[in-house]
């Protein structure tokens, strides 16, 4: 039986999907978890009531989250995700081939199973590659114990700050990454709706560009989310949008990488270009650079 899925991005906005159909829900001991089909999108999951990826938009968001700062790094070897439960950027991560580890390190067990077994097309067999090491449990433990691991790409593939992942978006906690990330590394976070969530990415943004010397935005509308949806890349030692679109097309070529279905050397750009309208907004609330 189908009925509406909603979402309330913010206190004063509604969309969703009036002829959902839901798969399946579960209550874990960290949050609920709810893997609806729909008509326009198809299968998607939901973290207490947030959308979190579909089987139809997913490659939206995973290939921008990921290939910027990974085509960025010269030859990335080691990956960390954080969160990234339902695989998809691990997926994307493979795609390079000079990547030797990937650890997943997910909250919940039961976004793993769940999504594994609903959304398919999304991990796209990723936890089954040798490479791929999924770690259970909370990240912030993980990162603690992994200070010589030296990764080179960091994905906050993660809920947002009001969530369970809070913790995960200080500048503490950046502060003991770093400590674990190579000397080349770039790291990707989400950031959410400009039109929505103009104060939580100014704050997320003021606190990268305190520990990281080059901290870029990106933007590109996700159907699922609703909005045009912002994220950035944070380094001390690469800067993806200085990238030309000529070497975007040579390092994706080099790496074989050509079956790519939104990111691309032609909008490499102007995924790093915000409009004014977006500037002025984020200006209100970023503190001044000193």
């Known amino acids: 039986m189908?009925?509406?899925?909603?979402?309330?991005?913010?206190?004063?906005?509604?969309y969703g999907f009036p002829h959902a159909r839901l798969i399946e829900r579960v209550d874990s001991p960290y949050q609920r978890i709810e893997v609806w089909d729909t008509p326009q999108l198809g299968r998607l999951f939901t973290l207490d009531g947030r959308p979190m990826t579909s089987t139809g938009d997913e490659f939206i968001y995973h290939e921008c989250m990921v290939h910027p700062a990974a085509l960025a790094h010269p030859s990335p070897r080691a990956a960390l995700v954080l969160g990234g439960g339902d695989g998809g950027a691990a997926r994307q991560l493979l795609r390079?081939?000079?990547?030797?580890?990937?650890?997943?390190a997910e909250l919940d067990?039961?976004?793993?199973?769940?999504?594994?077994?609903?959304?398919?097309?999304?991990?796209?067999?990723?936890?089954?590659?040798?490479?791929?090491?999924?770690?259970?449990?909370?990240?912030?433990?993980?990162?603690?114990?992994?200070?010589?691991?030296?990764?080179?790409?960091?994905?906050?593939?993660?809920?947002?700050?009001?969530?369970?992942?809070?913790?995960l978006y200080t500048r503490p906690f950046y502060q003991q990454l770093k400590r674990a990330m190579s000397p080349l590394a770039a790291l990707s976070v989400h950031l959410g709706s400009p039109y929505q969530h103009v104060e939580r990415i100014a704050g997320l943004l003021d606190n990268l560009s305190a520990e990281f010397s080059s901290v870029r935005t990106m933007n590109t509308f996700v159907p699922l989310y609703g909005s045009l949806w912002m994220m950035a890349t944070a380094s001390n030692t690469l800067d993806p949008a200085a990238l030309p679109a000529e070497t975007i097309a040579e390092r994706l070529a080099n790496r074989r990488i050509d079956s790519l279905k939104?990111?691309?050397?032609?909008?490499?750009a102007g995924l790093f270009s915000a409009s004014r309208a977006v500037r002025d907004k984020l200006s209100q609330f970023l503190k001044p650079s000193i």
Not at 4 to 11: A, G, K
Not at 96 to 104: F, N, T
Not at 121 to 126: D, I, T
Not at 133 to 150: F, K, M, N, P, R
């Open 262 to 268: 939104h990111y691309d050397p032609a909008i490499h």
């Open 109 to 167: 067990a039961e976004v793993v199973r769940l999504t594994r077994e609903h959304l398919p097309e999304v991990h796209g067999g990723a936890f089954d590659d040798p490479r791929v090491e999924l770690v259970i449990g909370d990240a912030a433990h993980y990162v603690a114990a992994a200070a010589s691991a030296q990764f080179d790409l960091v994905i906050f593939d993660l809920t947002p700050p009001d969530s369970p992942a809070a913790g």
């Open 96 to 104: 390079h081939p000079s990547i030797e580890r990937i650890v997943v």
């Open 2 to 14: 189908s009925a509406p899925l909603l979402f309330h991005p913010s206190p004063d906005a509604v």
